[in-house]
């Protein structure tokens, strides 16, 4: 019923940019944060930025100053623009919604979108 689309990533250079966007839908009632997760080969997902709605934002310590999360609410819509690429950035980048559909409205759950790679290397 609920669906996370991501776009964007690619190979980038080191020190280049990269934007990526995620987009829910479906019968969705009420979202209450979304948010980017990355997973690198052999490692942990781990938290890259979330952005709860009408709260601060969050970031990983690695991408403080280099990474920005921003949410367009009217489009269900959550960008990650990465600047300053370096290799071990690389990974598969996870959108994530924390949120209640029609269904169960009083019941938010946590959704993940599939994956969208990101490789930074010359």
């Known amino acids: 019923q609920v669906q996370l689309v991501e776009s964007g990533g690619g190979l980038v250079q080191p020190g280049g940019s990269s934007r990526l966007a995620c987009a829910a839908s479906?019968?969705?009632?009420?979202?209450?944060?979304m948010g980017w997760y990355r997973q690198a080969p052999g490692k942990q997902r781990e938290l890259v930025a979330t952005?709860?709605?009408?709260?601060?934002?969050n970031y990983a310590d690695s991408v403080k100053g280099r990474f920005t999360i921003s949410r367009d609410n009217a489009k269900n819509t959550v960008y990650l623009q990465m600047n300053s690429l370096k290799p071990e950035d690389t990974a598969l980048y996870y959108c994530?919604?924390?949120?209640?559909?029609?269904?169960?409205?009083?019941?938010?759950?946590?959704?993940w979108g599939p994956g969208t790679q990101v490789t930074v290397s010359s």
């Open positions: 952005i709860p709605t009408g709260g601060s934002t």
């Open positions: 994530y919604a924390r949120l209640s559909t029609v269904a169960e409205w009083l019941k938010p759950e946590d959704y």
């Open positions: 479906g019968s969705i009632f009420d979202i209450y944060a």
